[in-house]
T-cell receptor, first 109, second 112 residues
Framework: AQTVTQSQPEMSVQEAETVTLSCTYDTSESDYYLFWYKQPPSRQMILVIRQEAYKQQNATENRFSVNFQKAAKSFSLKISDSQLGDAAMYFCACNDMRFGAGTRLTVKP | DTEVTQTPKHLVMGMTNKKSLKCEQHMGHRAMYWYKQKAKKPPELMFVYSYEKLSINESVPSRFSPECPNSSLLNLHLHALQPEDSALYLC???????????FGSGTQLSVL
């Protein structure tokens, strides 16, 4: 079984600034994948970024990047140049597609 | 077509009713999922189908009955629900294990 923990229920960032959302996980799998999903007020869940555990290089998708620390079982999401449209719930997940509790991100203009 | 289509978008039912939620995808995905999401909570995994066979049932009450008639279609049959079952029901699909999930827009269910 796998567990995913998000310890920040809410975060706030100024528009154009950078924010980091935290996620820790625990798994007995040797090969696994980690995901960040975004759920805006429309409630449409979309994938933000995916990291393969066997890859040492951190995944990047435009303004979104991860800091993957395998030994620490940490998988944080960095959002650069935050935009109003980034305001949403962010959920991290492991292989088994069970989500953490989520972090609500507010972007202030 | 990169969409997962869920119908209906809204559903109100009584505790004695029988209804079904429908989910459809035409991306050739072989894994399909049902989630339940209460307000301000994360989606909770309910069922997973892999290659049209039920692979995960998260100890969901039998008043929820999933069905996967073919690789493109996933149903959730509802019977004798309780008011606490009111929630957003999300369907998702993926090419396979460890692949990204594509989500539908959900069915908002209210049980009276």
């Amino acid at each position: 079984a796998q567990t995913v923990t998000q310890s920040q229920p809410e975060m706030s960032v100024q528009e154009a600034e950078t924010v980091t959302l935290s996620c820790t996980y625990d798994t007995s799998e040797s090969d696994y994948y980690l995901f960040w999903y975004k759920q805006p007020p429309s409630r449409q869940m979309i994938l933000v970024i995916r990291q393969e555990a066997y890859k040492q290089q951190n995944a990047t998708e435009n303004r979104f990047s991860v800091n993957f620390q395998k030994a620490a079982k940490s998988f944080s999401l960095k959002i650069s140049d935050s935009q109003l449209g980034d305001a949403a719930m962010y959920f991290c997940a492991c292989n088994d597609m069970r989500f953490g509790a989520g972090t609500r991100l507010t972007v202030k203009p | 077509d990169t969409e997962v289509t869920q119908t209906p978008k809204h559903l109100v039912m009584g505790m004695t009713n029988k209804k079904s939620l429908k989910c459809e995808q035409h991306m050739g995905h072989r894994a399909m999922y049902w989630y339940k999401q209460k307000a301000k909570k994360p989606p909770e995994l309910m069922f997973v189908y892999s290659y049209e066979k039920l692979s995960i049932n998260e100890s969901v009450p039998s008043r929820f009955s999933p069905e996967c008639p073919n690789s493109s279609l996933l149903n959730l049959h509802l019977h004798a629900l309780q008011p606490e079952d009111s929630a957003l029901y999300l369907c998702a699909s993926s090419r396979g294990p460890n692949e990204k999930l594509f989500f539908g827009s959900g069915t908002q269910l209210s049980v009276l």
